[in-house]
């Protein structure tokens, strides 16, 4: 192991990462952050090219080129607190935007195993984004990032659903699933039914704390989860499209990469429907 900066400052003099163990130059500026380390090779697939950058602890990084497009993934674990340390080491070697790749449970019986989940937002039941901010701070996906998420959808020709997600810090009782011995605490139940009757879409465990500390970093991110459960239904069906919300995640970097460089070019800064006609018909 190389020597360390400090305590306070966790990386190598050449700026290697002290969990991803990686360095400026590894990844590309868009990421993918699947949970599970296996999905990013499964990820890289379905690229023109592909490398493995860096294995430590739960995190998996490879980086490549989709359609020519540098891009990157890294696996977060599971969970907030291991998923904020994955965003805040690909952001200290110059990644900026992140779509996290994962699988969620849908709270509706309309939405079926299967399908996938856009997020627009986020309820923050998870406790590691209430170490960077109030409560009330809201958790928003980038309005861009949503809208390339969804033409990649149509695009693909796969059935989704865009709306907001619970993220929690328990996939068990804190998505009132019975805990051992079937307990399940008071002030957990009628969450589900409750999650409903404010229009939240589906639990994962994730979404929120990329959501906030991108926000917080003028970063930009956003979320396709594929529907692995039902809550209502009760159906589960392991991996059910989770193919699909990869080839949805790499085809949205493309469109981001393509809409980034036009704004770039004509000196624009944000995105709107008006100036996406225009880019299509150059």
């Keep these: 192991m190389n020597k360390i900066k400090s305590a306070s400052q966790p990386e190598t003099e050449s700026g290697l990462q002290y969990h991803l163990m990686i360095k400026p130059g590894d990844v590309s500026k868009y990421v993918l952050l699947p949970g599970d380390p296996e ?34 993934a890294t696996s977060t674990g599971i969970g ?58 809201p958790a928003v996906a980038s309005y861009d990032v949503v809208l390339a998420l969804i033409e990649a959808a149509d ?7 865009v709306g907001l997600t619970a993220s929690s810090d328990s996939f068990y009782v804190g998505q009132e699933r019975p805990g051992y011995m079937n307990y399940l605490p008071p ?42 459960a039902n809550r209502e239904t009760e159906e589960f069906v392991a991996g059910a499209g989770v193919e699909n919300a990869v080839k949805v995640a790499n085809e949205a970097v493309k469109i981001l990469y ?17 100036i996406i006609r225009e880019f299509s018909r150059r």
């Excluded at 695009?155 to 659903?161: K, L, N």
């Excluded at 409903?196 to 003028?218: H, K, T």
Aim: net charge positive; charged share 25%.
């Design 39 to 72: 999905r990013v090779p499964l990820i890289a697939k379905y690229w023109d090219k592909s490398w493995h950058v860096a294995t430590h602890r739960e995190y998996v990084t490879y980086s490549g080129y989709y359609k020519g497009v540098f891009i990157s």
């Design 258 to 274: 393509e809409w980034d460089e036009e704004l770039k070019k004509h000196g624009r800064r944000f995105l709107s429907p008006s």
């Design 155 to 161: 695009i693909h020709g796969v059935r989704y659903h």
């Design 187 to 228: 002030f957990q139940r009628g969450l589900i039914e409750y999650l409903r009757s404010v229009n939240v879409l589906n639990f994962e465990m994730e979404a929120s704390v990329i959501f906030v500390l991108a926000s917080i970093y003028g970063l930009r991110a956003g979320a396709v989860c594929a529907v692995v």
């Design 80 to 137: 907030a607190p291991s998923t904020a340390i994955a965003l805040e080491e690909l952001a200290r070697v110059g990644s900026r935007v992140f779509i996290r790749v994962g699988t969620t449970g849908a709270l509706k019986k309309e939405i079926k195993v299967g399908d996938l989940i856009i997020s627009t937002g986020a309820v923050r039941l998870e406790g590691t984004s209430k170490h960077y901010v109030m409560s009330e701070y």
